[in-house]
């Protein structure tokens, strides 16, 4: 008979402090039920609420709690790496603390690992509680990285899911500072599965991603992932040269032979200078996504933080 297996749930959560104590009610009775050993990681992403406070009140009543508690905020991909470093478990479970993820699906994440699959992922079936604007570009979002990316990626997920131990050891191999953690997980390949879920509203208090955060995101996901922009603004920038070496060719010989009447064109002038201009400067802006985030890299600062006099650490 082989040894109970041991389960990490890793759960990033930033201002939660309206949300937490209800998530981990709802966790529990979901782990009291498997018959598994479970370490449950906390990680504090530098909160400014009583969301430490609770988690350390948890962690007095249940020994198999773990606070993180990160120096600032450092953002949600920050924070589910770190869980996954401090996590030891046979297989490690991601899951948001808003409940927006439902607890109740990590029983069939452990379903499929124990078939032999090596990450489990949830594919949103549905999305409750958001506006239809971010539903609309959420989904677009998702299409176009599947476009764009070199790594096929799987439609309408997120971070929630299962990764076996050999999968997490294999990902923290992985030191990029701009991280797309759904990504980088495609990116290693191993027998993966998706299990379909209905995405619940959140139990209270609001979204933590801006428009900005959600923008950065798609941004590491595209930049991260795929060199195709910039091959794409190689072949528009070598489609207008190609155009005005015609154009400047059939100019010339109308010239030599006195073909047609050239009428000087200001307006028109001014819109292809602009236009061009304009595409010059997306292509710079290309360039300049991809430099920074080699600058990034080439500074190789760490990726988080952990403030260890507010942490509760039993791992």
Same mark, same amino acid.
């Given at each position: 008979?082989?040894?109970?297996?041991?389960?990490?749930?890793?759960?990033?959560?930033?201002?939660?402090?309206?949300?937490?104590?209800?998530?981990?009610?709802?966790l529990k009775k979901?782990?009291?039920?498997?018959?598994?050993?479970?370490?449950?990681?906390?990680?504090?992403?530098?909160?400014?609420?009583?969301?430490?406070?609770?988690? #350390? /009140?948890?962690?007095?009543?249940?020994?198999?709690?773990?606070? *993180? +508690?990160? $120096?600032? &905020?450092?953002?949600?991909?920050?924070?589910?790496?770190?869980?996954?470093?401090?996590?030891?478990?046979?297989?490690?479970?991601?899951?948001?603390?808003?409940?927006?993820?439902?607890?109740?699906?990590?029983?069939?994440?452990?379903?499929?690992?124990?078939?032999?699959?090596?990450?489990?992922?949830?594919?949103?079936?549905?999305?409750?509680?958001?506006?239809?604007?971010?539903?609309?570009?959420?989904?677009?979002?998702?299409?176009?990285?599947?476009?764009?990316?070199?790594?096929?990626?799987?439609?309408d997920t997120g971070?929630?899911?299962?990764?076996?131990?050999?999968?997490?050891?294999?990902?923290?191999?992985?030191?990029?500072?701009?991280?797309?953690?759904?990504?980088?997980?495609?990116?290693?390949?191993?027998?993966?599965?998706?299990?379909?879920?209905? #995405? /619940?509203?959140?139990?209270?208090?609001?979204?933590?991603?801006? *428009? +900005?955060? $959600?923008? &950065?995101?798609?941004?590491?996901?595209?930049?991260?992932?795929?060199?195709?922009?910039?091959?794409?603004?190689?072949?528009?920038?070598?489609?207008?040269?190609?155009?005005?070496?015609?154009?400047?060719?059939?100019?010339?010989?109308?010239?030599?032979?006195?073909?047609?009447?050239?009428?000087?064109?200001?307006?028109?002038?001014?819109?292809?200078?602009?236009?061009?201009?304009?595409?010059?400067?997306?292509?710079?802006g290309l360039i300049?996504?991809?430099?920074?985030?080699?600058?990034?890299?080439?500074?190789?600062?760490?990726?988080?933080?952990?403030?260890?006099?507010?942490?509760?650490?039993?791992?």
């Open positions: 008979m082989r040894p109970m297996q041991t389960i990490s749930i890793v759960a990033p959560c930033f201002n939660e402090e309206l949300v937490i104590y209800e998530f981990y009610i709802q979901v782990i009291d039920l498997l018959p598994y050993k479970f370490q449950v990681i906390f990680v504090d992403d530098g909160s400014q609420d009583r969301t430490t406070k609770i988690i #350390r /009140d948890i962690c007095s009543d249940d020994v198999r709690v773990n606070l *993180l +508690s990160l $120096s600032r &905020n450092f953002g949600h991909e920050a924070a589910s790496t770190c869980g996954l470093h401090y996590s030891t478990g046979d297989a490690v479970i991601l899951i948001d603390a808003d409940l927006q993820d439902p607890p109740k699906i990590i029983k069939l994440f452990l379903e499929e690992w124990e078939k032999g699959w090596q990450v489990v992922y949830g594919t949103r079936l549905s999305r409750q509680g958001e506006s239809k604007s971010k539903l609309f570009f959420a989904k677009k979002f998702y299409r176009v990285l599947q476009m764009l990316s070199d790594v096929h990626m799987p439609l971070n929630f899911r299962l990764l076996d131990r050999e999968v997490v050891d294999s990902f923290l191999m992985m030191n990029e500072s701009n991280r797309f953690v759904r990504g980088m997980t495609s990116w290693l390949g191993f027998d993966q599965i998706s299990v379909p879920f209905e #995405r /619940d509203s959140r139990f209270a208090g609001a979204t933590k991603y801006s *428009l +900005s955060n $959600s923008m &950065n995101l798609a941004f590491d996901g595209v930049f991260g992932f795929s060199i195709k922009p910039l091959r794409i603004a190689t072949v528009v920038g070598s489609f207008f040269s190609i155009g005005a070496t015609l154009f400047s060719l059939i100019v010339l010989i109308c010239k030599l032979f006195s073909i047609g009447v050239f009428t000087p064109g200001y307006a028109s002038l001014i819109i292809l200078i602009s236009f061009i201009g304009g595409i010059q400067l997306l292509c710079i300049g996504e991809y430099l920074g985030r080699a600058f990034a890299e080439v500074k190789n600062r760490p990726i988080f933080v952990v403030n260890k006099k507010n942490s509760l650490i039993r791992i």
